[in-house]
C-alpha cells in the first residue's frame, strides 16, 4: 500500500467517503506524496509522454499560431504569454524558439507559466533558463492584459466527480474503505443541478462527470479575452460531452486501476470540451478539431520534411514515427482535440474553423 493510500483510508475512516474529484486531487498534487509534487513523469522512463516530447513540430506550430494571432489582433504592445501546467517546459521552449523569428513578438511578451508542482517548476527552470519566467500558482494570478495562452493536456490533470444515472436523479461515485483497501461505492442517490440538462440525454445507468475547477478556468479564461483580447488554445484528449467513465491511471506506460498506487501513477480524465466550450460565455469559440487535423492546417507535414533533409537513419526514422504519432488517426490524431476561445468578432486563430 502506497503512504498517500493510508492517509486516504485514515481520512475516511474519520470523515466517511471522499469523492473521485478529492482522490485525483490528493493523488496528483498532495504536497508530500502527490504524483506531480514528487516526479518528473515524462518521458521513455517515465509514466507517459506528451505531443510537445514526442517532437519539437507540435510546440513550433503552436507558437506561431500564438504570434500569427497576435499579429492579427494589431499587436499588443505588451502581452502574456502564458501556459498552463508547463510539464518539463519543453513546449514553451518550442515556442519561444519558433516565435523568436517574428519580428516584436518576443520583446512584447511576458512569460508567465501556472504550475503547481514545485518539482516540475525546477525542470521548467532548467528548460527554460535563457528567459525570464513568471510563475504563479493558478490562473486568477494573470496580469490584467492581452493574454496568448497554450494548456496541453491540463485539463485531463483537473479533478473530476463521477455520477450514475439513476431513476431518481444521480448517484456519486465516491472512495470507501473496504475492509482495508480503497474502493468505489455510490451515494444514495439526489439530484444535481449541474446535471439537469444531461437528464435529456441520458438513461438510467449511464455515467458522466464533471469537472469544476476545468469550467471555472475556462470560464475565468473567457473573461480575461474578452476585456484584454488575445487567444487560448485548448488541446487535450476527450471529446464533446462527457458520456461514460473515462478516469485512468498510467503507470510505465500501462494502464491500471486508478485506486491501485495513488500517489505513484498518472491519474486523468478525458476533457468535456462542450463543458468548456459552455462556461467561455464571453466570447467564441472556434470547433472542437482533432489535434490531426489542426497540425495539418497549421503545415505539419512542410515543416516535418524540411526537418528531414537534414536527418538520416535511426534519428530519421524516429522523426516520421513522431510526425504520423501526432497526427494518425490510429495515434493520438483523432484523440486528443483542440478547442481556441477568441474575442467576439474576430476570426479564430489559424488552423481552427468558427
Ligand atoms: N503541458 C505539458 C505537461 C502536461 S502534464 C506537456 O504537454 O508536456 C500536466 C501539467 O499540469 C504538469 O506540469 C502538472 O504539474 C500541472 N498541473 C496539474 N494540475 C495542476 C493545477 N491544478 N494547477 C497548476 N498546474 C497543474
Redesign the pocket.
Known amino acids: 500500500m502506497t503512504p498517500l493510500a493510508e492517509i486516504l483510508l485514515r481520512r475516511i475512516a474519520a470523515t466517511g467517503p471522499i469523492t473521485i474529484a478529492d482522490y485525483m486531487a490528493e493523488c ?2 498532495h504536497p508530500e506524496y502527490g504524483y ?1 509534487s514528487t516526479r518528473d513523469p ?1 518521458g521513455a522512463g517515465g509514466d507517459f509522454t ?4 514526442i517532437s519539437q513540430m507540435f510546440g513550433e506550430l503552436i507558437g506561431l499560431c500564438l504570434a500569427q494571432t497576435w499579429l492579427d489582433q494589431d499587436q499588443p504592445a505588451a502581452f502574456t504569454l502564458a501556459e ?5 517546459g ?2 514553451m521552449a518550442d515556442i519561444l524558439r519558433a516565435t523568436g523569428q517574428v519580428p516584436g513578438f518576443l520583446q512584447a511578451a511576458n512569460l508567465c507559466l ?4 514545485v518539482t ?1 517548476r525546477e525542470k521548467q527552470r532548467e528548460t527554460l533558463g535563457a528567459y525570464q519566467v513568471n510563475w504563479l500558482d ?1 490562473v486568477s494570478d494573470l496580469p490584467d492584459a492581452p493574454l496568448y495562452l497554450v494548456a ?3 485539463f485531463d ?2 479533478p473530476i466527480r463521477q455520477f450514475t444515472r439513476d431513476e431518481k436523479g444521480w448517484r456519486e461515485h465516491q472512495i470507501t474503505d473496504q475492509e482495508g483497501s480503497l474502493q468505489i461505492g455510490l451515494s444514495t442517490p439526489a439530484p444535481i443541478a449541474a446535471l439537469d440538462h444531461r437528464l435529456n440525454d441520458t438513461k438510467p445507468g449511464d455515467i458522466v462527470e464533471i469537472c469544476a ?1 476545468g469550467v471555472a478556468i475556462a470560464g475565468s479564461l473567457s473573461t480575461r479575452i474578452n476585456v484584454h483580447g488575445g487567444v487560448a488554445i485548448i488541446v487535450d484528449y476527450g471529446g464533446w460531452r462527457s458520456l461514460g467513465d473515462t478516469l485512468q491511471a498510467l503507470r510505465h506506460h500501462k494502464m491500471e486501476d486508478p485506486l491501485a498506487n495513488p500517489g505513484n501513477a498518472d491519474i486523468t480524465a478525458h476533457v468535456d470540451f462542450e463543458a468548456l466550450a459552455s462556461a467561455a460565455t464571453d466570447i467564441s469559440t472556434s470547433q472542437m478539431t482533432p489535434q490531426g487535423v489542426l497540425l495539418e492546417r497549421l503545415g505539419i507535414t512542410a515543416r516535418a520534411r524540411q526537418l528531414a533533409e537534414n536527418l538520416q537513419g535511426d534519428a530519421l526514422d524516429s522523426h516520421v514515427a513522431a510526425h504520423r504519432r501526432l497526427t494518425h488517426g490510429d495515434e493520438m490524431g483523432t484523440l486528443f482535440k483542440a478547442i481556441a476561445f477568441h474575442p467576439n468578432g474576430t476570426n479564430p486563430p489559424p488552423g481552427f474553423a468558427p
Not at 50 to 53: K, S, V
Not at 84 to 88: E, H, K, N, Y
Not at 114 to 117: M, P
Open positions: 496528483l498534487l506531480y515524462f506528451t505531443a510537445p516530447e498552463l501546467g508547463p510539464g518539463r519543453t513546449l501556472v504550475e503547481a508542482s516540475l493558478r496541453n493536456e491540463f490533470a483537473l475547477p
